[in-house]
């Protein structure tokens, strides 16, 4: 694996992940706005904001971290076939 083709793992699931927690936290910020009001500290931030950046935040977070997960089995297949071809 080059390092272009790990960037481009990597960075597709991070926004990945960013779409599916922005939009995520849009529904749940929408939908349950009431749960939001009292797990924001500012009372002037509107809970689907609050909601979404946290989404969207968590999002980016766990989809490099699967991205990265990723990369690290792919590394361990091609490592894997290199020693049984020895």
């Not at 779409?19 to 939908?31: E, K, N, Q």
């Amino acid at each position: 694996m080059t390092i272009g083709t790990i960037l481009k793992v990597v960075n597709g699931s991070a926004l990945a992940g960013l779409v599916m927690g922005g939009l995520f936290g849009v529904f749940a910020g929408s939908i349950s706005a009431d749960f939001f009001t009292h797990v924001i500290p500012w009372q002037d931030v509107k809970p689907v904001g609050f909601a979404t950046f946290v989404g969207a935040t968590v999002g980016v977070l766990l989809g490099g971290g699967m991205g990265c997960f990723a990369v690290l089995v792919r590394a361990l297949l091609i490592w894997r076939d290199k020693g049984s071809k020895n």
